[in-house]
Every structure is written in structure tokens, then in C-alpha cells.
């Protein structure tokens, strides 16, 4: 059976590794995962090319929303969230579904963070609206979202109106006056926070933080520097992973922490390549000594 990872850019997604694992800890050792580079614009075509074979895709930026009217059937809660990034193929038809609302939820939970009381969620993106997805599953029926033009916020604040989540918009010139939350949700991308570091962690008690890596980020840094509890994107991806390999292969004994262990390794190695000196940048360094 093949499955893969669609995005763009898709060169740096950890989702091989970890379902890769699954696969090879699962003993099915004719299961294959790949990345595909795919943008909004080639994914109907994508779509239609995949030929008998096929289990599932898992989707990432910038497809989510975009995958929704491509669907067969699509689950309450994608469409709740206005995003699915999850593929499974059964019965000749295409059934959409989001782990990612799973992934948070399990994230939060295995950091042993309490249920927060309010939440300010950074960001406006399809990752956004699942955050606010799993903040009502835990309880949560009301969030800040901080967003750089509120215009452009639309689409998650018509999810937060499906899921009855009462939501409040504001931008990050007023950042400092919606800080007084039990949990701050960055889903920016990397280096996006940076600017904000010192100003959540002087107030936000936690953080979850989306990036993965580079790992800490300035802002979980920051916060964690500050005594703060602090839950990276990691876990986040690791769960929702684990919960994309039950829907493909319709098993319930997925292998945890092998997939962890698959995933950090990557990331280790990944952060050794970057931190190595190339040769040319080492023969610069010798010279100039």
C-alpha cells in the first residue's frame, strides 16, 4: 500500500520518518511513504492521478482548506475547523479528516498542562482554527485570536462560529493587552514569534508553540526561561501522525514512541548537518585567523 505527505515547500516534513516507522515497527513491510511536492493549483490533478493502491495522504501547507471541496465525505470536524489533512481512501471514495485537533489535544495532555480557563492564539492560518478546535474539546468556549490584519482572519473566525466558540480578533500592535490568558497558542512559522519572546513570556503562564524546528524556538526559550510550561510542535506531530496511521491502516496498535524516537533522531541529525561548518565556510574561518 502507498501513502505520502502533500505541501509546498514538503522537502523538510518529518511525516516520512515517523510513519515510515510505524510501518516497519507494525511489520508492514509493504507499505511505502513518500513526500510530494504539491501546490493548491496541482492538487485536483494529484488527486485524480492516484491510481488503485493508495491508502491515504496526510496534507500540509499550504492544502488543508483547499482539499475540503476535492472530499467524498468529510468528517464533523473538518468541517467544523474549515481544514482536513487527512486523506483515506476506502471504497473508491476520498474521506477527509484533521488529526491535527487530535495532535494538540494529545500534546497538551502528555505535557500534563491544565485545562486552560482563556487562550490567546497567534495566527490566523488552517492551523489556527484547529487550535481553537481543541481548546472547545477542552473545555474552552471563548479565545483571543491575534492576527497581523484582521481581514484575513475570516475564514477561522467563520470555523470559531462552527465549533460556538466566541472569538475575539485583535492585532499584534495590542498584543500586550490580550497576554492575561492561561495559555498562549503560537501557530506562526518559524521565527515569525521571535519579536514577541520576551513580551508573552512575561505574562503567559504557557505556551504551546507549533514549531518543531529549529527547537526551542526563541519564544519557548523564553517562557520556559521565565518558569513557564512550554509544549513544542514536536508533540503535536507525533500524535496526529499516530492518529493518521490508524485511519490508514485501521489498526490501533501504533507504535508511540518508535515514531518518537524516528522523529527526534531526524531532528537531531538534522540540527548537527546545519550546525556543521561547510568546507568553504571553515576555509574562510582559517584564512581570516
Known amino acids: 500500500m502507498k501513502a505520502a505527505v502533500l505541501g509546498s515547500p514538503i522537502a523538510h516534513s518529518l511525516s516520512p520518518y515517523l510513519h515510515r516507522a510505524a ?12 513526500a510530494i511536492e504539491c501546490d493548491e493549483a496541482g492538487l485536483p490533478a494529484l488527486l485524480d492521478g492516484l491510481g488503485p493502491g493508495w491508502a491515504g495522504l496526510s496534507l500540509t501547507m499550504p492544502l488543508k482548506r483547499a482539499l475540503i471541496p476535492l472530499l467524498d465525505t468529510v468528517t464533523e470536524l473538518a468541517v467544523a475547523v474549515g481544514g482536513a489533512n487527512t486523506v483515506v481512501f476506502a471504497d473508491g471514495a476520498r474521506h477527509g479528516d484533521n488529526t491535527d485537533v487530535y495532535g ?17 492564539v497567534l495566527g490566523g492560518g488552517a492551523t489556527a482554527a484547529s487550535a481553537l478546535a ?7 468556549t471563548e479565545a483571543t485570536l491575534v492576527v497581523r ?26 498584543l ?9 497558542v503560537s501557530t506562526l512559522p518559524s521565527g515569525a514569534a521571535d519579536g514577541f519572546a520576551g513580551l508573552v513570556a512575561s505574562r503567559a503562564p504557557a505556551l504551546f508553540d507549533v ?33 493518521q496511521v490508524e485511519l490508514m491502516t485501521g489498526r ?10 524516528a522523529g527526534e533522531a ?16 571553515t576555509a574562510g574561518n582559517r584564512a581570516g585567523r
Open 104 to 120: 494538540i489535544v494529545a500534546a497538551l495532555e502528555e505535557a500534563g498542562a491544565a485545562p486552560p480557563r482563556s487562550a490567546t
Open 211 to 243: 514549531v518543531y524546528a529549529p527547537w526551542p524556538t526563541p519564544l519557548a526559550q523564553a517562557v520556559r526561561q521565565a518558569g513557564g510550561t512550554v509544549v513544542g510542535g514536536f508533540a503535536m506531530l507525533l500524535h496526529q501522525a499516530v492518529r
Open 176 to 184: 500586550e493587552t490580550v497576554l492575561d490568558a492561561d495559555l498562549v
Open 134 to 140: 481543541a481548546l472547545r474539546e477542552l473545555g474552552l
Open 252 to 261: 490501533t496498535d501504533v507504535p508511540v514512541e518508535a515514531m518518537r524516537a
Open 149 to 174: 490584519d484582521p481581514s484575513r482572519a475570516g475564514e477561522t473566525a467563520e470555523a470559531a462560529e462552527r465549533l460556538g466558540t466566541a472569538l475575539t480578533v485583535q492585532t499584534f500592535d495590542k
Open 23 to 34: 510501518y516497519a515497527a507494525m511489520g508492514l513491510d509493504d507499505w511505502s511513504y513518500e
Open 266 to 281: 531526524e531532528i537531531l541529525r538534522r540540527a548537527a548537518r546545519e550546525s556543521r561548518p561547510s568546507p568553504s565556510r
